[in-house]
């Protein structure tokens, strides 16, 4: 499995057309998921430190 980042244009067409068939994770920080996130996303908290 391929696992890249994308670009807002990128994302709308796989979430229009893919919907159904993939899974985006949104691992940013939680003021940027909170300032604007997709509708009924749900933000993955990951501990910085180990990375």
Same mark, same amino acid.
């Given at each position: 499995?391929?696992?890249?980042? #994308? @670009? +807002? &244009? ?14 985006? #994770? @949104? +691992? &940013? ?14 933000? #993955? ?7």
């Amino acid at each position: 499995m391929k696992v890249s980042s #994308v @670009d +807002c &244009r990128r994302l709308r067409k796989i979430i229009r057309k893919e919907s159904g068939s993939c899974l985006i #994770v @949104d +691992c &940013r920080p939680y003021l940027s998921f909170a300032n604007s996130s997709i509708t009924g996303s749900a933000n #993955v908290n990951l501990n910085t430190s180990s990375i």
